[in-house]
């Protein structure tokens, strides 16, 4: 299977502030990774997907990058909104996809 | 409007059978791959494994290969997720989604709870 490491598992940061999780593939999977936002007691939603695509409806804040193992995911200046846990999860292995661990995102 | 809708929360015994429904409408059922996600309490995603109606192509993540049953009736644009005896471990939220790239409908969730 490939593994996913999600990095941090929580961060705590002020309004405003850039907000940065990391992702990180145990094998080349191209650009084959998606990003959710999870709210308590909701369904996951799709906030960035094949890496660098913006959802359609989703703030510009959010933003994806990255390709083959390491990618990254940014916030650009965090809302009350955007208080959530965040998963990143791979597609490039049917039927074994696979999602980091998640960060729990907080504010300061 | 796409949407799924999955069936009520559950709570069995140990040793009982279940079987989870989640019913797809506002697009065509059978071009789409419907996969089921668990959540245990408190914790991350796990993907279960995915289905393509049109076919019933099954395919099962490792980890949960031998565990449950995957299956699809398309005549009612409705996919399952089924146990054929329930452990406490498989307590958990449910979740059916549909695509095998990017999800971006998601039912609603089933939590399945099972304690004697």
């Known amino acids: 299977d490939i593994q996913m490491t999600q990095s941090p598992s929580s961060l705590s940061a002020s309004v405003g502030d850039r907000v940065t999780i990391t992702c990180q593939a145990s094998q080349d999977i191209s650009n084959y990774l998606n990003w959710y936002q999870q709210k308590p007691g909701k369904a996951p939603k799709l906030l960035i997907y094949?890496?660098?695509n913006l959802e359609t409806g989703v703030p510009s804040r959010f933003s994806g990058s990255g390709s083959g193992t390491d990618f990254t995911f940014t916030i650009s200046s965090l809302q009350p909104e955007d208080i959530a846990t965040y998963y990143c999860q791979q597609y490039d292995n049917l039927p074994a996809y696979t999602f980091g661990q998640g960060t729990k995102l907080e504010i300061k | 409007e796409v949407q799924l809708v999955q069936s009520g929360a559950e709570v069995k015994k140990p040793g009982e059978s279940l079987k989870i429904s989640c019913k797809g409408s506002g697009y065509s059922f059978t071009s789409y791959w419907i996969g089921w996600v668990r959540q245990m309490p408190g914790k991350g995603l796990e993907w279960m494994g995915i289905?393509?109606?049109?076919?019933?192509?099954?395919r099962y993540s490792p980890s949960f290969q031998g565990q449950v049953t995957i299956s699809a009736d398309k005549s009612i644009s409705t996919a399952y997720l089924q146990w054929s005896s329930l452990k406490a471990s498989d307590t958990a939220m449910y979740y059916c989604a549909r695509g095998n790239t990017a999800i971006r409908y998601w039912g609603q969730g089933t939590l399945v709870t099972v304690s004697s």
């Open positions: 289905i393509y109606p049109g076919d019933s192509d099954t």
């Open positions: 094949d890496a660098s």
